[in-house]
C-alpha cells in the first residue's frame, strides 16, 4: 500500500535533490565555462598563447603538429597542478623544448596561464 | 700523492675537455648531412636545394604549384633589371665585373669567405657594395631592391655549381665559423627559440600552416623572390624575419652577427648547386 503522505515527502525531496543538482552546479559551471571560454581565446590568439601553431585543439584552425595534439587532457594530466606546471615551464620537462617558457618570459600572465590551464584540461 | 693524482686529474680534464669538445667544421658538416638524410629518407641529396618545396618534404601539390610557378617566375623583371645593373657602367667608366674574380660571372657559390687579410668574412653583397664605394658611387641599401636584384643575377650565372665553401683552419676563420654555428644553435628572444629548433628539430612539420623548411639546402636559392615581399629578398632579409618571429631583436643586415650565419648555413650546404633565385611562397 503506497502512503501518499511518504510520496510526497519523496517527491518533495527528488525535488528538492534535483534542484539542488540542478541549481548548485549551474551557477559554477556558468562561471566555469566562461573561465574556459576566456581560456581558450587566450590560448588561441596568436599574440598570447598561440597554441595552435604547435598543437592541434579542437576548434582550432590551421593547427600545426610540432607538438602533440591536446586532447584527452584529464586523463593525461588527472594532475590539474602538473599541466599547469608543463604551460607555465615547458623546460622543466624538457630543458631543450621548442615550447615556449610561457611564464618565466612573461609572455602570459599567472592569470592568463591560469585560465589557459582550465580550458586545456576541459579538452 | 693524492694531491698529485687530483692535479693530475684536473691537467687531463683540460687537457681533453676542449678537444673533445671541439668538433671541426668538417665533423659538423658530415653530422649536419646525416642528420637530415635521416629524418629525410626520401630525398635525395641534391633536393634539399629546394627548400620545403623538396621531394619527400612538400606534398605532392605543394610542389607541383611550385615547379609551375618556376616556369614563368615572378623575378624574371628584378633579374632582368639585376643583368642591366651588372652591366651598366659607373660614372667612371669602369663596371661591376673589374671588382670580381672571372668578371664575376659563375662565383656565387664561394660566398661568402674568409679573407686572412682583413681577417674578415666577406658576403657577395659585401662586395657589391665595395665595388661601388671604390669607384665612386655612392653603396646601395642592404635586404632588397638593387642590391637583391644584382646578386641574384650574379647568382643565376652560377646556376648548377656547388656551394664551396671553405673555413681554412686558422682560428680567426674559426672564430666566425664558431659564431655563426652558436647563433644557429642557441635559444633567443622571449620565445626562446632556436633557428635548429625550427629548421632542424622541426623540418617538415608545420608550425601553424607553414612547413618548416630544413637548414640543409638554405643558401642556394638566395636572393629569393617571396610572394609575401613581392620582390626579392637577401638571406639577411629573412634572419632578420626570422629573428623577429620569436620576438628576438634583430640584427643589422651585413653586420657580422649575419655574416657568421650566412657563413656556418652556407659551409654546412657544400656540395648543394646555386639555383638562385628561387621562388617562394
Redesign the interface.
Known amino acids: 500500500m503506497r502512503n501518499p503522505a511518504k510520496l510526497l515527502t519523496t517527491a518533495a525531496s527528488v525535488i528538492a535533490l534535483f534542484g539542488t543538482i540542478s541549481v548548485v552546479p549551474v551557477t559554477a559551471s556558468a562561471e566555469e565555462a566562461s573561465v574556459i571560454e576566456q581560456g581558450k581565446k587566450l590560448a588561441f590568439d596568436r599574440k598570447k598563447g598561440n597554441c ?3 598543437h592541434q585543439i579542437e576548434g582550432g584552425k ?5 607538438g602533440p595534439p591536446l586532447i584527452a587532457m584529464k586523463a593525461r594530466f588527472p594532475d590539474k597542478a602538473k599541466l599547469r606546471a608543463q604551460i607555465y615551464d615547458p623546460r622543466k620537462n624538457n630543458p631543450n623544448t ?1 615550447m ?2 610561457f611564464g618565466p ?3 602570459l600572465t599567472d592569470d592568463e596561464i591560469d585560465k589557459i590551464t582550465e580550458f586545456v584540461h576541459s579538452l | 700523492m693524492k694531491k698529485i693524482a687530483l692535479l693530475a686529474t684536473a691537467i687531463l680534464t683540460v687537457g681533453i675537455a676542449p678537444i673533445a669538445a671541439q668538433a671541426t667544421p668538417e665533423d659538423d658538416l658530415k653530422a649536419f648531412r646525416a642528420y637530415f638524410k635521416k629524418r629525410f629518407p626520401n630525398t635525395p641529396f641534391e633536393e634539399f636545394a629546394n627548400g620545403n618545396y623538396a621531394k619527400g618534404i612538400a606534398p605532392e601539390d605543394k610542389r607541383n604549384q611550385w615547379l609551375e610557378a618556376e616556369e614563368f617566375p615572378p623575378y624574371e623583371l628584378p633579374l632582368e633589371k639585376g643583368k642591366t645593373l651588372f652591366n651598366t657602367p659607373f660614372k667612371n667608366g669602369k663596371t661591376y665585373a673589374s671588382c670580381f674574380k672571372n668578371g664575376g660571372k659563375g662565383i656565387r657559390q664561394y660566398y661568402p669567405y674568409y679573407d686572412p687579410k682583413t681577417k674578415q668574412v666577406k658576403t657577395l653583397e659585401q662586395e657589391i657594395n665595395e665595388c661601388r664605394v671604390k669607384n665612386g658611387e655612392k653603396p646601395l641599401k642592404w635586404k632588397k631592391g638593387d642590391i637583391a636584384a644584382i646578386s641574384a643575377y650574379m647568382a643565376y650565372t652560377s646556376r648548377g655549381k656547388p656551394l664551396s665553401i671553405k673555413v681554412p683552419n686558422d682560428p680567426d676563420a674559426l672564430a666566425w665559423y664558431e659564431r655563426g654555428k652558436h647563433h644557429f644553435y642557441a635559444k633567443r628572444g622571449q620565445l626562446n627559440m632556436a633557428c635548429a629548433d625550427c629548421h632542424m628539430y622541426n623540418a617538415g612539420n608545420r608550425i601553424r600552416a607553414d612547413l618548416l623548411s630544413p637548414a640543409l639546402g638554405h643558401p642556394t636559392g638566395f636572393p629569393v623572390y617571396r610572394a609575401k615581399w613581392g620582390s626579392l629578398g637577401t638571406m639577411h632579409r629573412r634572419f632578420g624575419g626570422c629573428n623577429k618571429q620569436v620576438r628576438a631583436k634583430p640584427f643589422k643586415a651585413q653586420s657580422d652577427e649575419y655574416k657568421a650565419l650566412e657563413y656556418f648555413l652556407n659551409y654546412m650546404s657544400n656540395g648543394l648547386a646555386v639555383n638562385a633565385p628561387s621562388y617562394r611562397q
Open positions: 595552435l601553431a604547435c590551421l593547427a600545426g603538429n610540432i621548442i615556449p617558457p618570459h612573461h609572455i
